[in-house]
């Protein structure tokens, strides 16, 4: 039985006419047209999925889209403000903390939301914090310094 679901999603009020129950991640791809959201294991083991939901990193295939009623959504898509890449977004690329690119969307996600819970995280702390995304190009150490990079911009340089 579909249901209307709103919430906020890239800072715009939406809503959708849809069974509640279907995973956020294939309502965020199939219906809202937002492909960054990455489909890896299905289970929330690999991190490709991952969105900010009011400021906390969750995997978009284990919520369904009833449980974000009256929630903020934020995709990769929603990270950039009036073109200008988020600070997360410009370390990855400046440190090319990338290779294949796949799980890319849900590291600069995760890591965001690190970032917002801890705006000076220790190498330590960003390990641990982005320990559950999984990249199989081996870019760990310049996802870690892109991390590291983005704090300090997102604190001002401080």
Known sequence: MEETIKFQLNGKKTEATIDPTQTL????????????????????????????????PVRSCQLSVGDVAGKNVVTIEGLATN??????????????????????????????????????????????????????CAAHLRIVEAVQTASKEMKGGK
């Open 25 to 56: 991640l294939w309502v965020l791809r199939n219906h809202f047209g937002l492909t960054g959201t990455k489909f890896g294991c299905g289970m929330g083991f690999c991190g490709a999925c991952t969105v900010l939901i009011d400021n906390e």
């Open 83 to 136: 073109g200008k890449l988020h600070p997360v977004q410009k370390a990855f690329v400046g440190h090319d903390a990338l290779q294949c690119g796949f799980c890319t969307p849900g590291m600069i996600m995760n890591a965001t939301g690190l970032l917002l819970k801890n705006p000076l995280p220790t190498t330590q702390e960003i390990n641990d914090g982005m320990e559950n995304n999984l990249c199989r």
